[in-house]
T-cell receptor, first 114, second 112 residues
Framework: NAGVTQTPKFQVLKTGQSMTLQCAQD?????MYWYRQDPGMGLRLIYYSASEGTTDKGEVPNGYNVSRLNKREFSLRLESAAPSQTSVYFC?????????????FGEGSWLTVV | GDSVTQMEGPVTLSEEAFLTINCTYTATGYPSLFWYVQYPGEGLQLLLK?????DKGSNKGFEATYRKETTSFHLEKGSVQVSDSAVYFC???????????FGTGTRLKVLA
């Protein structure tokens, strides 16, 4: 009954360090997403993958890269972390292209860049 | 572009009070509309949804009606409980796109 699993749950980075957030879903969903959540800003889309083999930019892609490794996994990479990337990151997935589909979220990854 | 506007919080109510959280949207066509809830330290989970005009979504005593004429999807509950304390997000997804657009969230605090 795992759903969407993200790792790590907490991470502290120094400015300039790199890291990858991992995400996997076991629901056989086609589409996957990365959002960031900041106080007063709600959820903002960083990147999404409509289907295996495709990725597209969202609202706030600068400073991030993604990889859709296979149908299950979608990773988010910070190449050179900046304090402005301190945030809570959520991975999510949805089954098909139907706009009425529910989007399912992981539990979040708390990232602090000092 | 598509957008969702929610009333700012926090909203503080006494137990058993009536709740309304306003949500309006801007989008072309007929998007699907959603309410998600986030409890402290957790991810978002679906509360209810509506996929066409005049549909009413409902779950756990919460309701919202898709009003195309006023581009609104207001969340209501007749009698809130302390356990309803959380952050509530309104969202939309337009047909033919993959993006879910979220509002900024409204924090609800219910006092015993």
């Amino acid at each position: 009954n795992a759903g969407v699993t993200q790792t790590p749950k907490f991470q502290v980075l120094k400015t300039g360090q790199s890291m990858t957030l991992q995400c996997a879903q076991d629901m056989n969903h086609n589409s996957m997403y990365w959002y960031r959540q900041d106080p007063g800003m709600g959820l903002r889309l960083i990147y999404y993958s409509a289907s295996e083999g495709t990725t597209d930019k969202g609202e706030v892609p600068n400073g991030y890269n993604v990889s859709r490794l296979n149908k299950r996994e979608f990773s988010l990479r910070l190449e050179s972390a900046a304090p402005s990337q301190t945030s809570v990151y959520f991975c999510a997935s949805t089954p098909t292209s139907n706009s009425g589909n529910t989007i399912y979220f992981g539990e979040g990854s708390w990232l602090t860049v000092v | 572009g598509d957008s969702v506007t929610q009333m700012e919080g926090p909203v503080t109510l006494s137990e058993e009070a009536f709740l309304t959280i306003n949500c309006t949207y801007t989008a072309t066509g007929y998007p699907s509309l959603f309410w998600y809830v986030q409890y402290p330290g957790e991810g978002l989970q679906l509360l209810l949804k509506a996929t066409k005009a005049d549909d009413k979504g409902s779950n756990k005593g919460f309701e919202a009606t898709y009003r195309k004429e006023t581009t609104s999807f207001h969340l209501e509950k007749g009698s809130v409980q302390v356990s309803d304390s959380a952050v509530y997000f309104c969202a939309l997804r337009r047909s033919g796109t993959y993006k879910y657009i979220f509002g900024t969230g409204t924090r609800l605090k219910v006092l015993a």
